[in-house]
């Protein structure tokens, strides 16, 4: 048996995640899961914010691929909404300005 390369390793690791992930937004639309469902067990408010948005753009991901599968919307717009979503929710903690403190992730 040869040993995987570093890069290899990420690149399966990267593969497995971006499936459960997928796995997981099917399962909220076929289920009817709302996000505020989903996320409702997670404690720390930031990781929840972090968890709701991410879960968000995954479904309109899935939602606008379906609108183009059934052609709805052709490539291009696809694209153009999926590049806004992306550029859009990209997490960027609030601050409290009442608070010297930096938030981090």
Known sequence: ???????QAIQELRSRLLDGFQDTIFHMIGYRTTVTEAASGIQD?????????????????????????????NDAQYNEF???????????????????????I
């Open 45 to 73: 408010e930031k990781m929840r914010t972090v968890v709701t948005e991410t879960l968000i753009v995954g479904q309109i991901t899935v939602l606008l691929s379906m609108m183009k599968n059934m052609q709805f919307i």
């Open 82 to 104: 999926v590049d806004y979503l992306n550029h859009s929710s990209a997490y960027q903690p609030r601050r409290n300005s009442l608070s010297c403190e930096k938030d981090t």
């Open 1 to 7: 048996m040869h040993d995987k390369s570093f890069q």
